[in-house]
Structures are given as C-alpha cells and as structure tokens.
C-alpha cells in the first residue's frame, strides 16, 4: 500500500510538473512574441524632444529682423502635473536607483511621499522664479488642461502625458541655473534650453513678421510635415499664426533633436537638433521705416477726427519684389502679449489690421487706369475718343453721378477747365474725369470691367502666401448673384457707372493697388515676391499665370499717368512732382467715396418669454456672451457709434489713394520705362483728396527712392531673388 | 558493511548531481545579477554595463586579493557561496549521528521551533531583542551579522515531529485520528499567520498531507479534511485576509487584463516575471546579456522569489526545463529512500524531506508562470538566503542519513495495511 501512494505521490507530482511545463511553453515560445513586444515598450522609454531654433528672418540686405535668443524653459513631467500614479512609480522606480532610498522601500511607500515632494517642489520654484504659487498653479492647469484636450480629441492617450511640458518659459539665465541646481533633482523637473523670439527694432514691420503662437489641432493635422516625428508640428508647439512667421513656417521651424532613454535612464540614441532655415524677406527695412514714418506723419496732419490709419506699398517692378509693405498703425512687437486687449477693442484705429494686404478699400479713381485699357483693348474707344465732360451723367438728375469736379465747383466741367472738346484718354486719366470713364464703363458694361479688374489682379491674391492676404472683390455677375449673399441681386445700368470710376461694391487692397501700378510700368501683371528661402526659392503660390497687355494702350495710360503729376492741371501735379531731375513719377490720385465704420452696435435682445433688453457690442458674439443661460436671441441690431464722427452736414471723408511708378527723366513719353522702376501705393484713410493727401507721401517715398537708393543703378540685394528665370516673365 | 561515507558517494551522486546543479544556478543567476545590495552601479557583473558606477561605491584600488575576489564576484554571491558551504557542513553535521537518534529529540526540537516562532509573535507585544521588524513583519531572529527564519526551520522540525508521531500509530486511520496531526501542524502555521508569512505557512499543509497519504490515511478522511479546510477558504480570503492579499490572489485571475494601470501596480510582478520568461524563449538570452540581467528593478525581488524567471531569461525554456527536471531527480531519490527503508521513522521523514522541497519548487515556479498567487518562497537550493538554504540542507542530510542507515528490522513492511484505500 504505501507503494501504491508513493506511486500515485509521483504521478500526481508528475502531472503537476506536466502543467507547468505546459504553461511555460506557453509563455516561453507560443507567446514570446507579444512578451517581446511588452519588453521593448517597458524598455524605450519614451522619447524626450529638443526643440530647434527658429530661422531668422532677415530682409532684403541680410538685417535681422526677429530671432531665437536661447532661454530657459522649466518643464514638468505631465505625470507630477496630474500626479498620474503610473508615472509616480515610475518616478519612485528612479529615484531609488539613484539611491534616494533604500533599495528594499517599497516602490509603492516611495510613490506615496512623491505628491508632498512635488508639494514643495511648486513652493520652491515659486519662491526661486519670483512667481506667486497661485500663478504657477494656473500655468500647471492650463497644461493639465491642454493635455486632457488632446487626449479627448485623440480619443487615446497622448504623447504630451508621458512627457516633460514646459510650464515657465523664458526664465533669465540665473535663476535657471538656481532652478537647475536645486531642483533638478527631481526627475520630474528639468530646466530645458530653449529660446525666446526676439524683434530687433523692427516694429515697422510688425504686421508683416507675424507672430507664433501655439498649434492647434487642426493646423497640426493641417501641417505639410505631418506624420514626420522630427520635423512636423507636435501638440505643444509654437507654429506661426500669421504674417512671416506662418508664411515661412516650414522653413523656419527646423526639426527637433531627439533623445531616447532606456529603461535605465541611459541615453539609448540621440539626434540633435537641426535650426531652422532663415528667411529672406524682400523688404528693404530702412525704406519700410521711412515709409511708415511718411504715414504716420500723414495721418496726423488729418483732423483728430478723422485719424484712423494708413498703408503703402513700394514693389519692384522688373521683379516684383515687395520692398515695403507698411501698414499704420503699428503695435509693439514685444508687448503685444500685455496690450492685445486694449489693442483688439482699439476699433477706430483698428491696429492688429494688416492693412497692406488686408483691409479692403473701394478703389476710386485709381481703378480709371484699369478701365481705360479695357474700353481700348475692347475697341469700345480708341485714344482719340472724346468725351465731354458735362458735370453729370444724367440730364435729369443733376446730383447723381456728378465729375469730381461738378462736385467740388457746381456749374464747372472738364470742358469749361480743360479743353471745350471734350476729354480723349489721356487727359480723362489726367484731370480724372468722371464722366470719361462713365461712358467707357458705359460701352464695356459691368461683367467686361470686372474681367479688366481680375486681369489686372483684383479679386485675388498677390501671391504672398500671406494669411491676412485678402483677395478683394471684383462684382461679378456670378458673385453679385451669389444665393449666399446678404442681398443677392444682377447687375444693373449703374454697376457699370459705378465700377468705372472704382466705386460699388468693387474692393482692392493696397498691395493689389501697388501691382496694378507695377503692371502698367511693366507691361504685365505677375505675382508679387515677399519672401525667399535659402535656395532662393520664392514663398507663396502664383494665384495666376502672368498676364500681359496691349503695349500700346499702356502708353496712352501711361502718358495721362505722366500728366497726372507733372503736368500743371494733373491732379496731384500741386503736391508730387519730384524734386529730382534725373527721376519722376507717373501716378494715378483716387479720392474713394466710403461710408462710416460701424465702432459698435446697439443690439435689440429678446428671450423667448418675450422680455427684451438693448445691449452695446462690437459684434453679435460679444454681444451674447454678456448674457448667462438662456441666451436671448439678437432681434435687431442699429448702429450705436460711428467713425469717423461727422460734423453737421459734412459728408464721410474719402479715402485717399495714389498708385504710381517712379521712371527715369530720360523715358520717352508714355514708353515702358527701364532701368529700375519702382510703383507704389499708398493709402491714407478718410484722407480725403488722394492728390492732396497720398500724393505727397507718394512723392517722398519716390524721392526716397531714386535718391537715396539710387533708382537706376541696381544695387546688391541678398542675391537670392535674381535669377533671371525667376524675375522676368514677360 | 561499508563506512557511512563511501555509501554516501555510492547513493549520494544521484542526489548530489542535482543539488549541485542547483546550486550552480543560483549562483550564477545570483552573479549575474549582483549589483551589491546597497545600490545601483555597485562592482560585481558590471563589465558589461556602459554606466560607471557611482564614485561612493567604486572599491578602493588596493584592495587586497581577498576583497577584490569579493567585490568581483559580487557580494550576494559571496554570502550565498558562504550559506552553501555552511549548509553542506550542516548537511554533514545532520548525517554524524543516526536520523533514529535525531528522531528521539524530535519532539524537543519541534518545541524549540516553536519556542522562536513564539518570540516573534511576543514581539508584537513586548519587544524582544534580536527581533528586527522590517515591513511590518517579524521573520527574523538576528543576531549580529547572522540571521535565522525561525519558520523555515519549523518546516524541518515539523516533519520531525510528525514523522515520529505517525511512525509505529494507526490511530490516524480513524477520523478522530488525524487530529493530533492536525494540531500539530496548525499550532505552528497559527504562529507564522502572525508574522505574518502566508508562504512559509501554507507550505506547512502539503507536508503534512503528503506524509498522512503515504501513511496510509483514509483517503475519504483526507478528502473530508481537505474539502472542510477548503470551505473555510473563502471566508478565510473574505474576513482573515489583508488587502494586498486578496489583491496577490486577483492577480492570479487578473493577468491577462489590458487594464494598464493595474499591471503597473498590482499586476507588475507577474508581469514583468512573464516578460522575462517571455522574452528568454527557446534558448534564452544568455548568460547575463538578458535586459533583465543588465537593469535592476526591471524584476523585483529577481534574486529570491523570482529567481526562476532569471533562469528562464537567461537560458530560456531548455534551462527552466532542465531545473525542473533537477527538481525531478531529487524526488525520484528520496523517493526511492522512502522504498528502500523498511524503518517506519525513516520513510515518513524521507517523505516529508521530499515534499517540503519539491511542494516549495513547484509553488515557486507556479506563481513566476502565473498559476498560483504570489507568495514569499524562495525556490530550493537556488534562491539567495541563508535560512532557506540551512533547512534545505538539514533536511538533505536528513534524507541522505535515511538512506544510508538502513536498519534491519524484523519486522513487516510499515504502513502496508490490510484494508486499504
């Protein structure tokens, strides 16, 4: 019998044996794979990244303009910021490798004390960064809570939640290195170099720079390097929200260095960081200065009332190069953080607007050049066509559609001041006769000038690449009867009228205006250069090929343009004939009729039990977000203020325009100039006469140019931008 | 009739190839893993390792022979090494007198078992000297640099005991019978329940039970024991357990969860144990190449409880394999003593010997792959530890001395009853 037992003793330990041969068969060499899987996760910690320096953008000359400067940035684990208990073993895991504790603690006793000493780690950088503890814990909460964004948006856990993230940016070198010494003996803290972007007196272009700000979402999912570890965007990251820096982004952003740890917080693979590419702006930064410092002194000889704001272009017509594009007011690049409110509410003066290429004016009578060569290229009038000029349109209706003239003089006309003739082209373009270019408009009729104003880049982009770039309008048929729009309608006998003489619904901006001025100095329209990489490679997208006119119609445009200035009776020959001898200027003054801005509204709220109450906002969100739940619905709105103000009886002071090109003396008359030509356009609002007004910021910013540039003899940009297939595509 | 000692070699190189095959192991495993105990980057394995170790720690460079053998080997090995050595002396000493001779103090020596099992559960109330507490347990008697567990010699004294009670009885036949067994075992597993150490305590029950099976016990009654004792499990596990406990037994049930949290924290040791196992496959890694080799804290407690899985890294399933299959030899050898004696004391204690080995092998192994919860046990003759090692050895020598002292008795086979089941 006890034989017996002791066999069934072994073949019960036998079979025992048997199962645990079995299961480690199982977990040794059927399941090993996914046990590898598990090892190399727990193994590659993950990565930690170190961010690239921006490129500089530089302008034309190679100036600095904005920076990296190196900085220090104190980063947390986002497992101390959540106190997320995977991380806090893991952090109880280093520390007592490192020998903080006793190797037999017990990681979970070590994780237990790890909430006070990241307690007082808060109460220590408070004390060391000068910052009140209440402060750092907001910062703490707003990376808390970006985080749990991302992870709600990614359905799935997040990088960022098993990273360092950068709680206090741009610590000053001290007491980074005091942060570093005291504290880095967490393993959750760590003091990163990073760096600060720096504007370098180049608040003159402020607008133009552009800002960084942080990624959202959707730009990140939008990003051309998207799925690239290194180079794309990342939750987190700084990105260029406008201007330059959003233009340039790619180039500028360089990709990331990488650092990959083991499990035993050995560094496993390094890569380092690549710095971003400069970029190279076509701006020559000396001009935008006196360009700026022109408009600035321009709208303060306006009456206060009046004084809202000012833009110009100056472009390089055989290139097409952007040398300044000005835009007033300016803001101040480094306290834009601290002033964006008073900045953003500021809606007189409407300073964050990038007015060069993105505020939309009516283009008045600048647009005159653009329908004379569509009556001539049309055959609609050949150059000898005149027309009288009889004060007003209509013969019965006096005061509607009157010549500038009528207007200013009633009872006088072009016919009585000029010529008893009438007007042909040139002297139309000269005297800026209405009513010339209300019997062109007339003949051509509105759909053919809107095809004359998209030839000459109206209603599109200039090709910046520029995201405040604003592509205007050109009233078309199609876009006039558009479902979508607020009244959509067809055009009428007076669109053609109006359009004619750059009025209705007709918009352009100051860097469209600039190149219409650069297309009749050059003979062809082309997209606008802002920005070069590197190679040499232009930013931005040609929004359309080259297009090129009838040389002949140009120079009797061009003729009437020369008249304009320098000629006694032009209308801005009182104000911009240049003081050179060896350079003048053709030009093309516009007074654009505009209407009051609308500062805020009165907006008529009623809930639905009836109850209404009136409340003053600047527009319709701001206006809600001053009520709790129930939000009332917004029954009517009225204006409530106005700009500018008006006094009794006086009309809205028109826009001033002056759109022009400076050639050299020598020129035949009307002929395509050569040598270096720049055009321009400058913009002054509620300026009211364009000669008066604009004319002489025209005329100082020509005479900046040829005199102290030097317009004929080129001088040495960054050589970036002169290959010749690059430049001329005529 | 041949001296003792030539009979042990002729017997003994069954069981000797095994033991030292295990030791080997565990020494190598131990080597290999060897950082020193104090911290990280301390000498020992460390030439394969890219980090220098931490000034504090570098030993002095003129050192003499002695202390840099030491710091080479790797100072957990050397003090296993030593246990080694001093539990084949204790092997030795065990074999000097006759097991019958030992058995005659058997119940004295379960006594003075007791006896310290008592002092570490009088700690809790008046603090006795020599008794450290170290994670809110009281295991140890230490004295100086020396340090005893009481428990794992209570295993050897118990089978002692129990072999002497059950040698020339029936009684345990009848229900009523298997009582005094019974106390006897729960008395000290009661004591140990208050150090606490659930191991060492549950490991007391496959002893006893094994030796009453080959005794010859009712089937039925065991059964009826056993399905009793099994009933009070779930209360046990309900109102007698702490909640690290019940967690260790969820873990069982568990593993398999996506829950990552809790593989981080409950679920870590199995994991990471099954990772190492995982990731060793056929052959293994390697001798101390494995990842679980070159980072500490990847596998806690790597040197005693999971020590299994190191082998299994390292050597893959061949290795884990062939430790099992020393394990086997071991059993087959007592086994084959128990058989071969017709003394009653003498089988009983070879019995017992074998089943404390083989039930703590086959315990350990089980909760590193996963098929039982995680518990303190140290795998036999591999595992760092003096305690474990000393009670290991004694009860080898208890065994060795069963086999080579067979006494004539004239007497029938013991424990052939007539009307058995």
Redesign the interface.
Known sequence: ??????T???VF?SL??L???A???Q???A??A???A??ER??TRRPEYIPARRGAIRDRHGVVLVRDEPGYDVSVHYGALALR??YL?QAA?AL????DYA??A?L?DIAGQLPDQIESMWGRLAALTNLPRAELEQRADRVRVRVSRWRAAAQQPVREEYQLLPVIENVPHETALAIALELERYPWLRVVPGSRRVALDTDAAVHLLGRLGAASPERIAADPLRGDELGGLRPGDLCGLSGIEYVGEVALRGRRGRIIL???W?ERERTDPVAGHDVHLTIDMELQRRVLALLEKAVNELRPEVRAGAAAVVIDVATREVLALASYPIYNYERFNDEYDRLRADARHLPLSFRAVQAQYAPGSICKAITLIGGLSEGVITPQTHFHCTGYLLPNQPDRFRCWIYNLNPGITHDMTDNPAGQDGESAVRNSCNIYFFRVGERLGAERLCEWFTRFGLGRTQGTGLIEETEGIVPTEAWLSDPRRPAPRHHQNADAWNYAIGQGEVTTTPLQAANVAATIAGGYWAPVRLAYDDTGHAFGAPPAPPQSFDEAHLQVLRRGMWRVVNEPGGTAHRWAPLASRDYELCGKTGSAQTVQRVINWRFTCEWPDGRREEVVAASKPEALALFDDPKPEIVARHANERFPVLLAGETVPAHAWFIGFTQPTSTPRGHRPAGRVYALSVLVEFGGSGGAVAGPVAKAIAEYLVEERGAGSREQGTGNGEQPQERDRR | MSPPFLRLTRLGWSLALPVLFLSAVGLACLHATDRGLSSSGAPGAADQRSAPPPASDTPPSDLGGGLRLYYALGPLTVRQALYLLTGVLLMGLVLWPSYQKIGWYAYPLYGLAIVLLALLVLDRFVDVPLVPVSRATRRWIRAGPVGIQPSEFMKVALILALARYLRFRHSYRRLGGLIPPLLLTLLPMVLILFQPDLGTLLMLLPVLFAMLFVAGARLRHLLLVIVLGGATLPLFYLYGMKDYQRARIQVLFRQGTADEAWQQDEGYQLRQSKIALGTGGWTGTGYGTGIFVQYEDLLPEEHNDFIFAIIGHQWGFVGAVLVILAYALIVLFGLEVATLTNDPFGRLLAVGVVVMIVAQALLNICMTIGLAPITGMTLPFVSAGGSSLWANFIALGLLLNVAQRRPLLIARPPFEHANGD
């Open positions: 019998m006890f034989q017996k037992r002791l069934w003793f072994w330990l025992m044996t199962v645990i041969v299961r480690l068969a977990i040794q060499i399941e090993a996914h046990y590898q598990l090892a727990i193994l208990e995977d073993l895991r007592r490798e490192r020998g190797a037999d017990k979970r083991d499990y035993g050995r």
